[in-house]
């Protein structure tokens, strides 16, 4: 089953603080940006559209020393991303959705 399109895309740039549970680790800059996508069905925005996918690609500027730790972003206003760092090049596996 092949994804119809896009429905709704959020993206975030900005200044935020890395912390490891409740160490502080680094002041990053970051890039959020975060996708649905819809096939048929319905929904309630989109009454022939289905939620059926959602993406979050999420970097962070410097990179930090790649572990197996689940770091959280907290972002400049004020909402939270759980993540593992994957490269160093800033490249993180979010887990969850923001809060």
Same mark, same amino acid.
């Given at each position: 089953?092949?994804?119809?399109? =896009?429905? !709704?895309?959020?993206?975030?740039?900005?200044?935020?603080? =890395? !912390?490891? #549970? +409740?160490?502080?680790?680094?002041?990053?800059?970051?890039?959020?940006?975060?996708?649905?996508?819809? /096939?048929?069905?319905?929904?309630?925005?989109?009454? /022939?559209?289905?939620?059926?996918?959602?993406?979050?690609?999420?970097?962070?500027?410097?990179?930090?020393?790649?572990?197996? /730790?689940?770091?959280?972003?907290?972002? /400049?206003?004020?909402?939270?991303?759980? !993540? !593992?760092?994957?490269?160093?090049?800033?490249?993180? +596996?979010?887990? #969850?959705?923001?809060?």
């Amino acid at each position: 089953m092949a994804l119809d399109r =896009v429905i !709704f895309m959020q993206t975030k740039t900005g200044i935020g603080k =890395v !912390f490891k #549970g +409740k160490q502080f680790v680094a002041e990053v800059r970051y890039e959020y940006r975060a996708s649905e996508q819809s /096939d048929e069905g319905t929904t309630n925005a989109e009454p /022939d559209k289905v939620l059926a996918a959602v993406t979050v690609y999420l970097r962070i500027i410097p990179s930090l020393r790649v572990t197996a /730790d689940l770091l959280t972003l907290h972002m /400049d206003d004020g909402k939270k991303q759980d !993540f !593992f760092l994957t490269s160093s090049n800033g490249d993180c +596996k979010a887990t #969850g959705g923001l809060y």
